[in-house]
């Protein structure tokens, strides 16, 4: 009876303070999204009202009739405008294409490859595999500035300059996340279906993709999702790696916005800002509810 009191008690006071939570979390998610939003209203202004007027929704205050519809074409011409030059400006959709191949290309090379040294690693109990563990937490502890002049000299070497060469450069950077977030979630898998798959004349190739793979698609998607927003956002590696003056990826092309004497149209760079975030936040969105499953999974079965 005393226990159950308690409970009562406890449930109380968490309802009591929830609302606590809720404010402070609301009040994050809309910092959070603020920047997002102010971005997304330039995009329809001129430039002199982005200085201006930045957090307003118009270019200046409407009023009732006629005037309100003035602006409103306004608005619309201003935006269209912006994202026209924009996209002719930086050659959007030749860049919209190489960003999508590097980014399709690494994330699938990082799945595949990372799930299989994971399993690799998990099943296989030797110095070799507990090396190549340590080795793969090490690579997510050293900063990339350590190694980036090296690794753009390398590159030029290897004739990696170009989006199926940086697609491995990628596979580099990006394997010690997603090895270490597979070999967790690959120790919670029985041990018996794998043999059983043996038992019925699997190889070990079979056994993985067959009976392996299906299971770890929680921690795959979280994978996906974490890796395509990394290396889809990314302008560093590519700026140190690819030849750009034939292969430009959408930070890159962003960035040639700027000319000469520090001018900026910011009205283009907006419009193109939000072209740029908008397939990432679709993805995101679509894939969202299996990024907590998957961490999950591979924290609380390590």
């Not at 491995?168 to 996340?177: E, Q």
């Not at 092309?253 to 193109?272: E, N, P, R, T």
Request: proline share 4%; glycine share 6%; net charge positive.
């Amino acid at each position: 009876m005393a226990k159950k009191n308690n409970n009562q008690v406890s449930a109380v006071r968490q309802a009591k303070h929830g609302w606590i939570w809720t404010l402070a979390f609301t009040v994050i998610s809309i910092l959070w999204i603020a920047p997002i939003l102010v971005v997304l209203l330039n995009s329809f202004k001129r430039k002199a009202f982005i200085f201006r007027h930045p957090f307003t929704l118009g270019t200046e205050p409407l009023s009732a009739g006629w005037d309100k519809f003035i602006h409103g074409v306004e608005r619309a011409f201003c935006g269209w405008l912006n994202y026209s030059n924009g996209i002719r400006k930086t050659n959007f959709w030749n860049s919209f294409g190489i960003s999508l191949f590097i980014t399709v290309g690494s994330v699938a090379l990082i799945i595949i490859c990372c799930s299989m040294c994971a399993w690799y690693i998990t099943r296989v109990h030797t110095k070799v595999t507990k090396t190549i563990y340590v080795l793969c937490l090490f690579s997510m502890i050293v900063p990339f500035q350590m190694v980036m002049f090296t690794l753009s000299k390398f590159a030029n070497l290897l004739h990696l300059s170009n989006p199926l060469g940086i697609i491995v450069v990628y596979l580099g950077f990006g394997a010690g996340l997603a090895v270490f977030m597979f070999t967790g979630f690959v120790k919670g898998i029985s041990l018996e279906i794998e043999e059983a798959a043996m038992i019925d004349g699997c190889t070990p190739l079979q056994t993985f993709f067959k009976v392996v793979f299906p299971i770890l698609k929680p921690t795959t998607v979280t994978v996906a999702i974490l890796e395509a927003m990394w290396v889809w956002n990314d302008y560093l590696l590519p700026s140190l790696v690819l030849n750009i003056n034939k292969y430009k990826t959408i930070p890159i092309a962003i960035q040639f916005l700027k000319q000469s004497h520090g001018q900026i149209d910011w009205g283009a760079m907006m419009a193109v800002l939000v072209l740029a975030i908008l397939p990432i936040i679709i993805f995101y969105i679509a894939c969202q509810k299996y990024i907590i499953e998957g961490v999950l999974a591979g924290a609380v079965k390590g």
